[in-house]
């Protein structure tokens, strides 16, 4: 219930964020903005499991949930000043239905692939869970193109930029959180660094992140900014075969914080550009909307990335093992490697596919002015 909470007020706040930044900044500032603002939202996300392990080095679990107290304290004094202050708007109704049956999918989905990865996909539970997903997804999609009040306003994704920036959000967020899953196990488990010593290697991506973001920003404001997102989405893609050649056992620290540098940096220069184009091609009517969406499109890659990640991993090791696998196994390292090198050709694969999306974003966008 305290999670189901929590997840209550971050949505609310990150929902709202662009909106507010879009109609804050004008134009040839925007970028820039969506820079900081981008970095920061991704260095929270990433930034969590490697503060978590130095919080461990250290502590207790419990000191993990205390942290956030001081931090929520001091963010919303911060808000009482420094958001900006609108007039107050009619309020309107909620889809209940519609949310209901997007819950419903949601859960249905990801319980199933979890579940399906423990007891194995074909038994009843995860069946039984991919069914009421697509009954729900059918009912959602119906509800909301109907509704006078949709949950979710489907109409938007008539616009062809904005559903094409959206959709190479979903990959690179899918993408990124294979190395944020997989990375734990490879560092702790297979080279058996502590807690502690695993934290502070992972912080190597968010560190790049909180450089590479404002710059991707600020050449979003100079440069055209798809072709910003686009060349960002290569150096991400360099950095996918750099794991799948270059990461085993005897693999040296330095080539993997390189890497990581550069999967940092190409993150960094796709981001803030992509979330400027995203929220400048709509009307400013649609930006509670846009930024709503473009919170899910984050999310979801998130956690569509977590339940990827897992199941390739450990179907690429039961598939050498030849039997289930559902963990580490330390007495076969070579069935991780197996697993952790397919891992990372399918996050090759999501980077080149959001590539393709981006450059056919940059072909849509030619000649077109951004609001």
Known sequence: MARIVQAFGGALTLSNTYGIVTSTFDINRRGRAMGFVGTFVALGSVAGP?????????????????INVPIGLIAIIIGVFALPKTESRPGGEIDWFGLISWSIFIIGLFGGVFIGQQVGFTTAVP????????????IFLQREWHTSAPMMSL???????????????????????????????????????????????LMVFP???????????????????????????????????????????????????????????????FQSPNGDIVMSVVDKSELGI??????????????????????????????????????????HPEAFYYGLRVSFVVSFIMIVLALLTSLRLSHVLRGRKLK
């Open 155 to 201: 109409h938007i994704f008539s616009n062809r930029p904005f559903t094409l920036g959206v959709s190479a959000a979903v990959l690179i967020f899918l993408s990124n959180f294979f190395s944020v899953v997989l990375m734990p196990f490879y560092l702790e488990n297979a080279r058996r660094f502590t807690p502690g010593q695993a934290g502070i290697l």
């Open 290 to 331: 846009a930024g709503s969406i473009n919170s899910l499109a984050r999310n979801l890659g998130m956690v569509t990335g977590t339940a990827a990640a897992t199941t390739t991993l450990f179907g690429a090791m039961s598939h050498f093992m030849g039997y289930h696998v559902t963990t580490y196994l330390p007495a």
């Open 207 to 269: 560190i790049t992140l909180v450089i590479a973001g404002p710059i991707g920003g600020f050449l979003a404001d100079k440069l055209s900014q798809a072709t910003v997102a686009s060349t960002g989405l290569g150096i991400i893609a360099l950095s996918q075969l750099g794991f799948v050649l270059f990461l085993n056992g005897t693999t040296p620290i330095w080539q993997y914080i390189l890497i990581t540098i550069v999967m940092g940096l190409g993150t960094g220069l």
């Open 127 to 138: 069946i039984i869970g991919f069914i009421l997903a697509l009954i729900a997804i059918v």
């Open 50 to 66: 490697a503060l978590g392990g130095l919080i461990l080095a250290t502590g207790s679990w419990h000191d993990i949930f205390w």
